[in-house]
């Protein structure tokens, strides 16, 4: 399915894979064949600050995967009549750790801070024997993703055995850089996993699977540090129902095909 931003615009997000499974598996056979990817999963935040930035969009538009992180964007996948399930990009990181282990596929991580990789790195080599976490690179507070700064890491990759990489940047960084280093390392894979090695590493604490289940973490991260997430989650909720509009009038025009 494609997510609009806003009713009335041509501007949308395609879905490729409806399941994680489905999306594993293909990167798993891509890295596998020696090919790459970009690999982005969309929640609703992202939906507002794709209405308010072109580099996110041209970002978007060129990935090579995208599911839905975030209940919301299943709500919507749902109203719209293509249902897809609940891929969130932190819940990614120890499959694709165990996939890495089980083919020798050597792992680079880029992005959060310099502790938070090291213990990650440590505590996935520990429970997936065989893992390589070949490369930790965490960039600077302030990094641009495309700026020379970001020609000079992605140059720093190019030289490392690693072959998939996971970017901790959080968004829109880390889905434009994304794009920008999988067009220099064609056969390199890239996936935003955002604050994914800090669950990992204990530098941030996930939300409890029961809180989860009843989708309320983004209450539970709210608050946590309401000052800065509860402007952002205002203006997601304000979005919503334009973008229910939006998803059901597609449901309609395709019933209607």
């Not at 055995?161 to 960084?173: D, H, S, T, V, Y």
């Not at 941030?204 to 608050?223: D, T």
Request: hydrophobic share 45%; charged share 20%.
């Amino acid at each position: 399915m494609a997510l609009p931003l806003q009713a009335g615009t041509r501007y949308s997000v395609p879905l490729t894979h409806a399941t994680a499974a489905d999306l594993l598996a293909d990167l798993e056979r891509l890295l596998v064949g020696g090919k790459g990817f970009a690999a982005a999963t969309v929640n609703l935040d992202h939906l507002v600050k794709l209405r308010q930035s072109e580099a996110f969009r041209r970002a978007y538009s060129g990935h090579s995967h995208v599911v839905a992180d975030g209940n919301p964007i299943v709500w919507l996948s749902r109203l719209s009549g293509q249902p897809v399930t609940l891929v969130p990009g932190s819940e990614l990181i120890e499959p694709l750790a165990d996939m890495a282990a089980r083919t020798g596929i050597p792992v680079g991580f880029f992005g959060a801070t310099a502790n938070s990789l090291e213990s990650s790195s440590v505590e996935l080599e520990r429970r997936y024997p065989g893992l390589s976490v070949a490369t930790r690179i965490a960039p600077p507070n302030g990094f641009d993703p495309s700026g020379e700064e970001a020609d000079a890491r992605i140059a720093e990759m190019a030289r490392s055995p690693a072959r998939l990489w996971l970017l901790a940047l959080g968004a829109p960084k880390q889905e434009i850089f994304a794009v920008r280093a999988w067009q220099k390392l064609p056969d390199r894979g890239f996936l935003s996993i955002g604050a994914g090695l800090d669950f990992i590493s204990g530098e941030q604490v996930r939300a409890p699977a029961l809180i989860r289940a009843l989708a309320l973490e983004w209450a539970w991260r709210m608050a946590s540090n309401p000052r800065r997430l509860a402007p952002r989650y205002a203006r997601c909720a304000a979005a919503l129902p334009g973008l229910a509009s939006a998803a059901w009038k597609q449901r309609r025009m395709e019933e209607r095909c």
